[in-house]
């Protein structure tokens, strides 16, 4: 049965060369936003006026490949099934697994498809036939219930109606086969070939050679992906094909629709998850002599330290004020049974508890991110004070020079951590860049290398005197003293400000912004300004903005 489906799977190989079928046939591709101008001296189209008075640039638009986390979210979406196959890892750029440029299929990717395919097509079918079909087979016949599925299937899978050829096409495939294996079988290869299609492993949109609006299905997609990290559900697209999607006002009503939904929650982790680089903790080790607290259930604490970060998230995005602010300064922390008696919490059996601690300080005081931004044996500022500066600050950092020697000390019980770790600022090759990190990490040195709040080391007062330096930021450049006041000082800064603003571009559009993207970027910083820094209102402005709501290339000349 194999055989039946290697189309779709060279399909989905050489994608490059697939041509793009004019889909907008389904949808309106009208919108509110201005169109073209004739060129008073030639006669053709330039580009329109945005908003910001300049012609509108929204950048190159590249045909997306469904990272792992969209394509399991996709699959859980249109079939129910949660197993996670194996699928080969996604690059990441810019701190971000969802770059056109350098996600492309390489033979690994072909051979984990085509498996992901079998294996969740097998799962859907045995599993959960009937919730898959919109009929009964036996009450109207399998050939009109087969048809029925095709056409709701497919939909769902390829984000918007099948063209009439796309939908004959997989009927064929359905009755070729069921006459030879029986129905369920037929469903199954039907499924299979649905997920090896480039129009389900894609976000294809057409390119055109000068930015318009895109269309309704397009906007659909954009917006799912943005904010549930997975394909749109029949209202979504049902409002892209009727023309719901097409002005500005409805897309952003929509947005603030699908913030409501249960999806958002587990769709905007995937964006806290890759930014604050939560992936650090998959594998964490932790010395078993130094910390023998944690030699025996070390999987678990890593599994509670997971829960942990992301119910904090969950906290103030969804019971609290959704704020920067808040996400910077807060005082709570989530504990589990494992994790409990770590950070002195009592009698702790299922679930989380919510913890107040006054002396921590939002996401840089949150246990699980203490302990990932430290190695095994000790504290490592250096890792905190990058962190920060790369973040928060999006301030990238240049690599060691070549022959230096990038460990951390060996742990001192007679030394302090900043006593350990001056050496990088005394050695005239290393004090460039931890002038800029350690004064930065220091700040944190009340958090251990598990995460536990100390006011000792080495017997002696913990020092959390930090100092932040040329930031770009003159509020913000200068000395500090702990992780609260650092934490404050941050969320006061309109660098961080501007530096969550460019995270949440590149998430959103897939790529690193461009000089192109200066009236995109004034938006949202304007609107998350106004906001005063609500993290769910700048979402509202990336979907809302120019660069997201127009596709195109850049002019020639400004090409980068």
Not at 230 to 239: M, Y
Request: glycine letters at 8%.
């Amino acid at each position: 049965m194999r055989v039946v489906v290697v189309f779709a799977l060279a399909l989905a190989a050489g994608c490059s060369a697939v041509s793009f079928p004019d889909f907008r046939e389904a949808a309106s591709s009208s919108s509110g936003a201005p169109q073209p101008r004739p060129n008073a001296s030639s006669g053709g189209p330039v580009f329109p006026l945005g908003a910001c008075g300049v012609e509108v640039a929204p950048g190159p638009r590249t045909v997306r490949l469904l990272t792992p986390t969209e394509y399991y979210n996709s699959v859980r979406d249109l079939l129910g099934d949660v197993s996670r196959p194996p699928l080969a890892p996604a690059a990441q750029t810019l701190g971000f697994d969802n770059n056109a440029d350098i996600n492309v299929v390489s033979q690994g990717h072909i051979e984990a498809y085509f498996s992901a395919a079998e294996t969740v097509a097998n799962n859907a079918v045995t599993d959960r036939l009937p919730m898959l079909l919109p009929c009964d087979p036996a009450a109207v016949g399998e050939q009109l219930c087969g048809r029925l599925a095709v056409e709701q299937l497919g939909k769902l899978a390829f984000r918007r109606t099948l063209l009439s050829e796309e939908a004959e096409t997989f009927v064929a495939l359905l009755e070729g086969a069921r006459a030879e294996y029986g129905f369920a079988d037929a469903i199954r290869l039907v499924v299979t070939a649905l997920l090896q299609s480039p129009q389900f492993l894609y976000r294809l949109e057409e390119v055109p050679d000068v930015p318009r609006p895109v269309s309704g299905v397009e906007m659909a997609s954009r917006l799912s992906f943005l904010l549930w990290a997975s394909g749109p559900d029949e209202a979504l697209i049902s409002d892209a094909e009727s023309g719901n999607l097409d002005q500005p006002a409805q897309v952003e009503a929509a947005v603030r629709r699908m913030l409501n939904d249960h999806r958002a929650r587990e769709g905007l982790m995937n964006f806290f998850d890759q930014w604050l680089e939560m992936h650090r903790l998959s594998g964490l080790a932790k010395d078993a002599t130094t910390f023998p607290e944690v030699a025996n259930n070390l999987p678990d604490v890593r599994v509670g330290w997971a829960r942990s970060l992301r119910a904090f998230i969950d906290h103030v995005m969804w019971e609290g004020t959704g704020t920067l602010k808040e996400l910077l300064t807060s005082d709570v922390f989530y504990v589990d049974a494992a994790l409990a008696p770590l950070y002195g919490v009592n009698h702790v059996k299922d679930g989380l508890a919510l913890v107040h601690d006054p002396r921590r300080a939002g996401i840089l005081g949150q246990p699980a991110v203490a302990a990932f931004l430290a190695n095994d044996k000790q504290g490592h500022p250096v890792r905190r004070g990058i962190f920060v500066r790369e973040q928060l600050l999006c301030q990238s950092l240049p690599a060691p020079p070549a022959g230096v020697v990038v460990t951390a000390p060996d742990p001192d019980p007679n030394a302090t951590t900043r006593e350990r770790f001056s050496e990088h600022t005394r050695n005239p090759m290393c004090a460039g860049c931890h002038l800029l990190t350690d004064g930065v990490g220091f700040g944190m040195e009340n958090l251990d290398a598990l995460g536990r709040w100390r006011d000792l080391e080495a017997n002696r007062p913990v020092d959390v005197s930090g100092r932040f330096l040329f930031t770009q930021d003159p509020t913000l450049d200068g000395e500090f003293n702990g992780l609260a006041e650092m934490a404050w000082k941050l969320a006061r800064s309109q660098r961080v400000a501007n530096c969550v603003v460019r995270q949440a571009f590149r998430y959103g559009m897939g790529r690193g912004e461009m000089p192109q993207d200066a009236c995109t970027l004034e938006h949202m910083n304007r609107v998350f300004a106004n906001a005063n820094g609500d993290l769910r209102e700048l979402l509202v402005a990336v979907a809302t903005s120019e660069g997201f709501r127009y596709a195109g290339w850049p002019p020639a000349e400004d090409a980068p």
